[in-house]
């Protein structure tokens, strides 16, 4: 396979077009007259988690609240490990971000008085079927954004611990990419498929995150040596069953409770209902005899059910083929749920690159934003807007005085060498879909996946770890004929990076601090005596140093230091 | 969960396979869109809503309770029309306004 190699210069260079990475080049774009490439694997109309839309913002300050109650909340549903400091600058940006997306064309739902009808203390109900056409559009009027789509970003380009850009290919048009610039922005998002899913057959990709964000954000971190943190708090999501889609929509915008087979609402026999105590109740009565468990809803009003389905329509639309193929409803049934597979998603839980105040990363230049930042639990939407600014805001104050080195022609031809090589492969014995499975399955049995309803112990821990170097070898011998190929190989290859982060992780965090997310059967208490503390990590000589950090304060100026 | 594109009404613009966010359509030969990696399928629907012909269905994979029906939208100005069609073609039509929020 022949590769065009195209050289690239810009000030910004912002890596994933999502909702994080999008507001961020608008910001700059506005503010500025900063060159901005945005380099996104798919296309920004709609790319990354909420290609099929979104149908409520989960972060917002509504009434009665204010940002020290949002950390306050944030804090007690994470079982008190955040960096406070991320999630109050979030929360002091929150419903200005807002507002600004309203401005851009996002309808939300106002009362008579125009004021946004809220749908929790901390979520506002919308209709955000086109909020990445409305992004995409924005961005398209503004001269000094260029977006190259299709283009997948592989690895940074690093001198002296700085970044200066990225190395890349277009999946279309065989062109590997070399990108200088002299700030980066991560915006990858998270990693999905790292477990064997809900699905594994044919539907392996009906799930809960976007299966294409594949954690090339974090892989490229941690193959440059940038600090991760809280790999251990992963996600699981409580969906509706088999098509996995959101069960908000319906126990917040209804006020459904859940209930096991025998009717009886179950989840306070379990602990105050957080988030991950919602789930690990659902896992338990099932565990126990009592599943399957559902959303009460049967016995709503047809009216109800029609706004419901409308709901559907703009977020997960699978659902309502799901209802509907059936002449069913929820009016009518109660609606199954189950957790999901596992997730790395620093829009949910805490894990993801270890930031600074202004989403500076540990690497010279570099910035993280949106759900591959770590620290800072639900963000979700509106607090990937929120990092994307205040990241925009320091690239705004400092970009012009950045001068970067730029890598020798050896460094880089070795970049380019890192990606093409996979053409000049031998046919290799495993085909991807069998790599895929293989890591897949490791973390499913080993690693704490639905078939061990999220519980694993060390021993556990250190087969994975083995059996994940094992398959990351064989993964670097898989061959491409295109570049379509090559792009699967690095989706496989980004992961298993990832799982490895994330099983030293697991194994470094001995307690139980947040049931089904990081539950480890040798230590099953919450010990806080020892606790109370980040676990980080960096990836360097082929192996992965695990660094223990101390709690930040929510009025703490964080820099990096050592 | 997946996607499949009636060839006779494929106009050959290539929007469906642009807007994939997992880079899953190619155009074939004919300049036909097809869909190249159907188990690879989110199920975002993003191909239907860009699709100007209303070429592209969605159906669920058999292995999460399809049977069948399809789902096919006319994107508008101004509304989606979302179509549910089933195999002895029952048809339930929801209209959403794109100037109107989710109730919930």
């Given at each position: ?32 007259n ?83 009808v ?23 009027v ?14 940074y ?13 277009s ?9 200088y ?6 915006a ?8 064997k ?9 009906k ?9 090339a ?71 126990n005899?009592n ?23 703009n ?15 929820p ?22 690159y ?9 690497l ?22 929120a ?38 492969n ?31 112990n ?24 295109n ?34 997310y ?45 | ?35 190249k ?68």
């Open positions: 396979m022949k590769a065009e190699i195209r050289t690239v210069e810009t000030d910004t260079l912002i890596i994933g077009g999502g909702t994080a990475g999008c507001f961020c080049a608008l910001t700059i774009a506005e503010n500025s900063l060159q901005v490439v945005i380099a996104e694997k798919a296309n920004i109309k709609r790319s990354g988690c909420l290609a099929a839309g979104v149908n409520a913002l989960n972060a917002y300050i509504g009434k009665g609240e204010s940002p020290e109650s949002f950390v306050e909340y944030v804090k007690r549903d994470s079982e008190g490990i955040i960096r406070e400091d991320l999630v109050y600058s979030i929360a002091k940006h929150l419903n200005s971000v807002i507002k600004r997306l309203e401005d851009l064309g996002l309808v939300i739902l106002k009362d008579e008085k125009g004021e946004y809220q749908r929790g203390k901390r979520s506002i109900k919308i209709n955000g079927e086109n909020i990445k056409p409305i992004l995409a559009g924005a961005i398209s503004q001269e000094n954004i260029r977006v190259l789509n299709n283009v997948n970003i592989v690895d380009l690093v001198k002296d611990g700085c970044v200066a850009g990225a190395v890349g290919f999946v279309r048009d065989n062109v590997v990419y070399v990108i610039a002299r700030k980066t922005v991560c990858t998002g998270g990693a999905a498929g790292l477990y899913p809900n699905n594994p057959g044919f539907s392996r990709h799930m809960w995150y976007s299966p294409f964000n594949t954690g954000g974090y892989a490229m971190g941690i193959r440059a040596g940038a600090e991760m943190t809280s790999f251990e708090m992963r996600f699981v999501a409580l969906r509706c069953k088999d098509t996995i889609a959101p069960t908000g929509t319906i126990a917040q915008g209804i006020e459904a409770v859940q209930v096991n087979v025998r009717g009886e609402e179950y989840v306070e026999r379990y602990g105050s209902p957080s988030t991950h105590i919602r789930l690990y109740a659902t896992v338990m009565e099932n565990l005899g599943g399957p468990c559902f959303l009460k809803t049967k016995g709503i009003s047809d009216e109800r059910q029609g706004e419901l389905f409308k709901a559907y329509l977020m997960a639309p699978s659902q309502i083929l799901k209802w509907l193929e059936r002449n069913t409803g009016a009518h049934e109660n609606v199954e749920i189950e957790g999901t597979e596992p997730y790395i998603v620093g829009g949910h839980s805490a894990s993801g270890w930031v600074d105040r202004d989403r500076k990363t540990t010279g230049n570099l910035y993280a934003i949106g759900d591959v930042a770590g620290g800072c639990p639900k963000k979700y939407v509106t607090g990937c807007l990092e994307g600014r205040i990241a925009a805001e320091s690239i705004l104050n400092s970009a012009e005085d950045t001068q970067t080195t730029k890598p020798d022609k050896k460094e880089i031809s070795e970049k380019v060498k890192y990606i093409t090589r996979f053409f000049d031998n046919m290799s014995l495993y085909s991807m879909e069998e790599v895929e499975q293989a890591m897949q399955k490791v973390m499913d049995e080993y690693a704490g996946g639905i078939s061990s309803a999220y519980v694993y060390q021993t556990k821990l250190e087969t994975a770890d083995k059996r994940i170097k094992e398959i990351l070898a064989i993964a670097e011998n898989l061959r491409a004929n570049f379509r190929e090559l792009l699967t190989i690095f989706e496989i290859i980004d992961r298993l990076y990832v799982c490895k982060v994330l099983i030293r992780h697991l194994r470094a965090r001995q307690e139980t601090r947040w049931r089904c990081q539950e480890n059967a040798d230590y099953p208490e919450r010990d806080d005596e020892n606790w109370m503390r980040y676990v980080n990590s960096v990836f360097s000589d082929g192996d992965v140093k695990i660094i223990f950090r101390e709690l930040v304060g929510r009025d703490t100026i964080y820099e990096h230091k050592n | 969960m997946s996607i499949k594109i009636d060839p006779d009404k494929c106009i050959s613009c290539g929007r469906c396979s642009n807007v994939c966010p997992g880079n899953l359509i190619e155009l074939n030969g004919a300049g036909k869109a097809v869909m990696y159907p188990a690879e399928c989110w199920g975002c629907t993003a191909c239907l809503k860009e699709c100007p012909s209303g070429a592209v269905r969605y159906y669920l994979g058999a292995d999460i309770g399809g049977k069948g029906s399809y789902l096919c939208t006319d994107n508008n100005q101004d509304w989606i029309d979302w179509y549910i069609v089933s195999p002895d073609k029952t048809r339930h039509h929801i209209r959403i306004s794109k100037k109107e929020s989710n109730k919930y």
